[in-house]
């Protein structure tokens, strides 16, 4: 990865397009190109973030399954959490967003819990959680309520 902080997307069905539109956004908002992590890991250099979202007969097929793949000797990380489908595609675009945005701060979360059970890097989750969403002009209590990740 080039970047240090990267922001993409896997989605089938009524989903790609939508989603696709948001992630943009959301990567223009934070300066994706120049998004320094330095400052929340000095073990983490480089955090890759993938907003799964497919239809459950794709996701059954094997479509958009989670990973969590942490690389400590490279310093890597690769987070792809699926969202789920039917709730994303229903949704008013405003909560579309905020899903989006909620998968990312999850995918967050668990970079920092791994990295804390394994003790073999650290992460400052909370204040790259804290500047993403500052950045996107989002309090942390409007997420509360959205669900961005499948909880099967």
Same mark, same amino acid.
């Given at each position: 990865?080039?970047?240090? =902080?990267?922001?993409?997307?896997?989605?089938?069905? !009524?989903? $790609?397009?939508?989603?696709?539109?948001?992630? !943009?956004?959301?990567?223009?908002?934070? %300066?994706? &190109? &120049?998004?320094?992590?330095?400052? #929340?890991?000095?073990?983490?250099?480089?955090?890759?973030?993938?907003?799964?979202?497919?239809?459950?007969?794709? !996701?059954?097929?094997? #479509?958009?399954?989670?990973? @969590?793949?942490?690389?400590?000797?490279?310093? /890597?990380?690769?987070?792809?959490?699926?969202?789920?489908?039917?709730? =994303?595609?229903?949704?008013? %675009?405003? /909560? @579309?967003?905020?899903?989006?945005?909620?998968?990312? /701060?999850?995918?967050? @979360?668990?970079?920092?819990?791994?990295?804390?059970?394994?003790?073999?890097?650290?992460? %400052?989750?909370?204040?790259?959680?804290?500047?993403?969403?500052? !950045?996107?002009?989002?309090?942390?209590?409007?997420?509360? &309520?959205?669900? $961005?990740?499948?909880?099967?």
């Amino acid at each position: 990865m080039s970047r240090a =902080f990267f922001i993409s997307s896997e989605a089938g069905g !009524r989903a $790609g397009n939508a989603l696709s539109g948001i992630l !943009r956004d959301i990567c223009t908002k934070i %300066d994706e &190109n &120049n998004y320094d992590i330095s400052r #929340f890991s000095a073990d983490i250099k480089s955090v890759c973030v993938v907003v799964c979202c497919f239809p459950d007969d794709l !996701r059954a097929a094997g #479509f958009g399954k989670p990973r @969590k793949l942490i690389k400590y000797k490279e310093g /890597t990380a690769d987070i792809r959490l699926p969202m789920p489908y039917v709730d =994303f595609i229903n949704a008013v %675009d405003d /909560t @579309k967003y905020l899903m989006a945005v909620r998968n990312i /701060t999850d995918s967050l @979360k668990v970079i920092c819990e791994r990295c804390k059970k394994s003790r073999r890097a650290s992460f %400052d989750c909370d204040g790259m959680t804290d500047d993403f969403l500052a !950045r996107l002009g989002i309090p942390k209590e409007q997420l509360e &309520n959205i669900v $961005g990740v499948c909880t099967d």
